[in-house]
């Protein structure tokens, strides 16, 4: 393998990774983009949101009720824009506003019922179209896809806890 190439987002020189990996990048590039775009219809579609109401509402779901502070850090938004999307989600009925038990000055963000259950619902969905496409392989297989994904996700949510740390070509190996 190469060495970081610095010029290069994440410091990785594509021409010095094996074909396997060069492979490899590019499907769960593709991957990424699909979810991307399948969630994105879906926000548009089905909640009439724009993509920081769906990652808010893909947080607010996940983690249960925040404060605005705390969703501008989950979805990577900056306090005056995220105070804007959340007027927005109240308004369409997605949230509700509440105020923090212990600070009068900050409010506490939670999805309503109903949002509840269409995202639910809407995850459901997800899930059963993405286990058609394993549906064909041995029990065993399916379990090392599940670990799999487990590990990649935890990968990535730690990702960006070290904020220079970059994967190296070792890391792809």
């Known amino acids: 393998m190469t060495a970081p190439d610095p010029g290069r987002p994440g410091g990785l020189d594509p021409a010095g990774l094996s074909e396997y990996d060069q492979d490899f990048a590019r499907a769960v590039r593709h991957l990424a983009v699909a979810v991307q775009h399948y969630l994105g219809v879906i926000g548009r579609d089905r909640y009439g949101v724009d ?3 769906g990652a808010a509402l893909v947080a607010l ?4 009720p925040m404060t605005a502070k705390q969703l501008a ?3 990577n938004l900056s306090p005056p824009a995220t105070s804007e999307m959340v007027e ?3 308004r369409a009925g997605h949230i509700t506003r509440s105020p923090h038990p212990t600070d009068r000055r900050k409010i506490v963000v939670t999805t309503t019922a109903a949002t509840d259950e269409l995202t639910a619902h809407e995850w459901t969905v997800f899930a059963q179209l993405l286990r058609t496409t394993v549906a064909g392989h041995d029990t065993l297989t399916r379990e090392h896809i599940i670990t799999t994904l487990t590990a990649a996700t935890h990968t990535l949510e730690h990702a960006t806890d070290q904020p220079d740390s970059q994967p190296t070509d070792q890391d792809m190996s």
């Open 51 to 53: 993509a920081s109401g």
């Open 61 to 64: 779901h996940r983690h249960g």
């Open 73 to 75: 850090a989950a979805i």
């Open 88 to 90: 927005r989600l109240y």
